[in-house]
Each structure stands twice: as structure tokens, then as C-alpha cells.
């Protein structure tokens, strides 16, 4: 099976940065993704990192090391709307495409 | 972007019932679809893995008898909770990709299913 792990919680004041981390466990990783969540709403879409590196997507950025099975979303210029969880989710190879999902991140930005 | 239509949006039922959720990509087509489950302030649990004019694919501990899983066009998949108790109270949610977005994952608004 697949495991990940990541914050439980994390508070920012608007315009600074936060990183929030997430580290895996699985066999046969295919790519790690960030989906955001808003009370009450659907996940949507964030990043993808499938190979090692920087994924820079306007104020959202994603990191992954594959040896490390770490990877992070950064997240410039916060913004109060950015208030959010934030999950972590493995593709592993061999399956149908779906995604593990980590615990997820409670966001709270202050002003 | 694409879109995933699910419905109803919350439904409230008494135990016992039997309570159907459909999932309809809009705009694309779907061979396959996922069902999540979320518990409050919880991760999103993958149920099964619905296949277009096939079975679906339950994940180990998710009774198929009773989240019983249709896929019978390439735009629509059900999700049927049947006699249905307190503890299956949770939010349901539907997501698919398309065949060009990749590794991004579509999902449905969800279903807040409360069982009295």
C-alpha cells in the first residue's frame, strides 16, 4: 500500500510564504500531485510533479526529490482565499490511474 | 475546463434506504471514474474504481453489496448506497480525467449523505 505524511495544520499571515511538506511510501511511484479544498467543496487541481524538480504555476510551486520521496507546495503572496486544505496524492504505476490521498493540510491565513 | 456534475448535492435519508448519487462528466468522456469518501476534516478515501461497461474495482474493506457501482455510458457513473445506516454518513465524491488533461483529476461537487 501507499502511505503519505503530511502537516496537520499550518498558519501564515497574508503576503508571506509556506511550504507544506509531504513524504511517501509506496512501491512503484508514477508522480505526486497537490489538490486544494475548501470547506464544504471538491478538491480541485494544483500541481503535478512527475519527474524531479521545481513546478512553478503563478503564486503555486511544487517540488519533488524521487530519491528523497519527498516533495512540497509552496505557496507565495498568501492570500485569505487561499484558506484551505491541501492534500498530497501518489499515482503509483500498475494501477488504474487513481490517487492516494495524504491527511491533508488544514491552511489558515490570518490577516 | 472540464466538468464533473454530481448529484444530488445532500441528500438525508432514514436508515434502511436506499440512496442513489450520480456522477456525469459534461463535457468529456469517461471510462473511467473514482468514488472518494471523506469524513470530516479527513483525507479522501478511495471507494472503488468505476469502469465503463464493466465492473467496478472496490478497495479492500468497501462492501460491494452494499455501495453498489454502475458505469453504464461513457458520461455516467452511480453510486448506490443501499440500506443505508447511520455510519455510512459521510461525503461522497466522483472525479474522472479526461483523455488530454493528463494526471489532473476532475471532481464532482460531492454528496453530503446524512442517515437518521
Known amino acids: 500500500g501507499q502511505s503519505l505524511e503530511q502537516p496537520s495544520e499550518v498558519t501564515a499571515v497574508e503576503g508571506a510564504i509556506v511550504q507544506i511538506n509531504c513524504t511517501y511510501q509506496?512501491?512503484?511511484?508514477?508522480?505526486l500531485s497537490w489538490y486544494q479544498q475548501h470547506d464544504g467543496g471538491a478538491p480541485t487541481f494544483l500541481s503535478y510533479n512527475g519527474l524531479d524538480g521545481l513546478e512553478e504555476t503563478g503564486r503555486f510551486s511544487s517540488f519533488l526529490s524521487r530519491s528523497d520521496s519527498y516533495g512540497y507546495l509552496l505557496l507565495q503572496e498568501l492570500q485569505m482565499k487561499d484558506s484551505a486544505s491541501y492534500f498530497c496524492a501518489v499515482r503509483v504505476t500498475g494501477t488504474a490511474r487513481q490517487l492516494t490521498f495524504g491527511s491533508g493540510t488544514q491552511l489558515t491565513v490570518l490577516p | 475546463g472540464a466538468v464533473v456534475s454530481q448529484h444530488p448535492s445532500w441528500v438525508i435519508c432514514k436508515s434502511g434506504t436506499s440512496v442513489k448519487i450520480e456522477c456525469r462528466s459534461l463535457d468529456f468522456q469517461a471510462t473511467t471514474m473514482f468514488w472518494y469518501r471523506q469524513f470530516p476534516k479527513q483525507s479522501l478515501m478511495l471507494m472503488a474504481t468505476s469502469n465503463e461497461g464493466s465492473k467496478a474495482t472496490y478497495e479492500q474493506g468497501v462492501e460491494k453489496d452494499k455501495f453498489l457501482i454502475n458505469h453504464a455510458s461513457l458520461t455516467l457513473s452511480t453510486l448506490t448506497v443501499t440500506s443505508a445506516h447511520p455510519e455510512d454518513s459521510s461525503f461522497y465524491i466522483c472525479s474522472a480525467r479526461t483523455g488530454t488533461g493528463g494526471e489532473k483529476l476532475f471532481f464532482g461537487s460531492g454528496t453530503q449523505l446524512s442517515v437518521l
Open positions: 509506496t512501491s512503484g511511484f508514477y508522480g
